[in-house]
């Protein structure tokens, strides 16, 4: 009998991994294969000098605004009119806000939906203290050990200049576009983007303007991602995530703290905070993560290829793992971190007040409301006072793989890049993209810069710089993009 039990039991397991294989090797991914592109012959040595000379300039948005530096940023503008005589010379231009320039390449066909390509030239102090530790001082735009260094390398004086080379390298060899394209060089991005972005998305909003794509800075060519996956991954922020603050207060009489009663008010906040934390929203593998992880699959080791082709059998498994990891558990779901926490005065005082900040960071498929329904409901304390503190913003819509703009987009990305699979997926962070929902829903957060992971912290730190060959590489994409897109 027991025997019959086990044999039975086997011959379960045997045709159940008997599927699990099968479909591993059954599954079939839409690769897209393009023909390779010869490079487009711009002078490379005088791409890297502009980009050099542009990192010079001190164009820092500070939080004070008593320390911006005008003439710095006039500096810069003057120097991108030196630099691009033939952007100035043959497209329409004019200034925004303070300092913010919006360019004008005129389509031959006015029935195309313009394309816009936004980027930011205004850049993060270096903190006070850390200047010594730069390589190459931070201002200097030095050109040395195959690197240009200098703040504003990464992010994003790079990608403003890698696409004011392809245009004007574009103009230089007669091409006209079909469809009118927009350039933006904002200057104030770091600071909330409310005199360049927004106002050059109002102008556009008035003129009626609707466009047919917009890309702005946003998630790069990432190199060693996953132990075992060979190649980079080109990820493409396809939204961006919305974010909440919630006030947690609890009022209650106060007292001595000889005699403390059962429940106190940091004792109850306490509570609360830990409840929040440990009933997470949700996550979301079916929508965003999964399309990130699919184009992947056939480069990945057999054991994550099996997962991903079993998700009937290993979801929960994989969105377990994927919850242990701080990146990919923000791209899963909601995420609730507390930040501010307040309550009590003096040693032997219980305090009558205590209050905490939650900072919520809303997944697209997320709203305010529903994320502050479900922290009322998980923290299940009728004494504690749940309060909404501005700003707050819902999530973005998510862009459609299905449209010609990202096939575009995807097209470029490897004829530059031969081989590296394109992944698209959630941008964590926040741009001045979101300046632009009200003139199409497709916008893609992307540049065409090699990251790996050491150098997330020269985004904003110290030694920011770029490969020289990854620039040209910028500028080779920020070309192709132009042409696929606009022809
Ligand atoms: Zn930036």
Not at 68 to 73: G, I, L, R, S
Not at 363 to 392: F, G, K, L, M, W
């Amino acid at each position: 009998m027991i025997k019959n039990v086990l044999g039975g039991l086997a011959a379960v397991l045997l045709t159940l991994a008997l599927i699990v294989v099968a479909r591993t090797l059954m599954v079939s991914y839409d690769l897209m294969e393009v023909d390779a592109v010869e490079r487009h012959a711009f002078d490379a040595d005088r791409a890297t000098e502009r980009l050099s000379e542009g990192l010079t300039y001190r164009t820092i948005s500070h939080e004070a605004p008593e320390d911006f530096e005008a003439a710095e940023f006039e500096a810069l503008l003057e120097f991108l009119e030196r630099a691009y005589p033939r952007i100035y010379s043959e497209l329409e231009f004019e200034r925004v806000g303070d300092y913010t320039k919006l360019y004008r390449w005129e389509g031959s066909d006015p029935d195309l939906k313009p394309g816009m390509l936004i980027g930011h030239y205004d850049v993060v102090p270096v903190e006070p203290g850390t200047e010594q530790e730069w390589t190459h001082p931070p201002f200097s735009g030095t050109v040395a050990e195959g690197f240009v260094w200098g703040r504003g390398a990464l992010d994003d004086k790079a990608g403003v200049l890698s696409s004011m080379e392809a245009v004007e390298y574009l103009l230089e060899t007669g091409f006209t576009p079909q469809r009118t394209l927009y350039l933006a060089a904002h200057h104030d991005e770091e600071v909330g983007g409310f005199d360049g972005a927004a106002r050059v998305s109002e102008l556009l909003e008035e003129r009626g303007v609707e466009l047919e794509f917009l890309v702005d800075e946003g998630l790069p060519v990432a190199e060693e991602v996953l132990e075992g996956l060979e190649t980079p991954i080109a990820m493409v922020g396809m939204a961006e995530k919305g974010f909440l603050n919630l006030e947690l207060s609890i009022i209650r009489d106060g007292g001595h703290s000889s005699m403390p009663p059962q429940r106190t008010t940091i004792g109850d906040l306490s509570t609360a905070i830990h409840r929040v934390k440990d009933n997470p929203m949700p996550g979301r593998f079916d929508d965003l993560i999964k399309t990130t992880f699919e184009p992947l699959a056939p480069q990945l080791p057999f054991l994550y290829r099996m997962g991903l082709a079993n998700l009937w059998l290993f979801r929960p498994l994989i969105e377990r793992q994927l919850s242990t990891i701080p990146h990919t558990n923000a791209a899963l779901r909601t995420t609730a971190a507390p930040t501010i926490i307040e309550g009590g005065i003096k040693a032997n005082v219980l305090p009558a007040k205590a209050r905490a900040i939650v900072n919520l960071r809303i997944h697209p498929d997320d709203d305010i409301e529903a994320v502050e329904a479900h922290v009322r409901s998980v923290i299940n304390n009728d004494e504690i006072q749940v309060r909404r503190t501005p700003p707050s913003r819902e999530p973005s819509v998510v862009s459609d793989t299905d449209t010609r703009p990202f096939q575009d987009l995807r097209r470029s990305i490897k004829e530059v890049f031969p081989g590296v699979p394109v992944a698209p997926s959630i941008f964590i962070a926040t741009s001045d993209a979101r300046h632009f929902r009200n003139l199409t829903d497709n916008i893609y957060r992307f540049r065409a810069i090699r990251a790996r992971p050491e150098d997330q912290s020269r985004i904003h730190g110290t030694d920011e710089r770029i490969g020289v060959e990854n620039y040209l590489e910028m500028v080779q994409f920020q070309i192709r993009f132009i042409k696929n897109s606009t022809s």
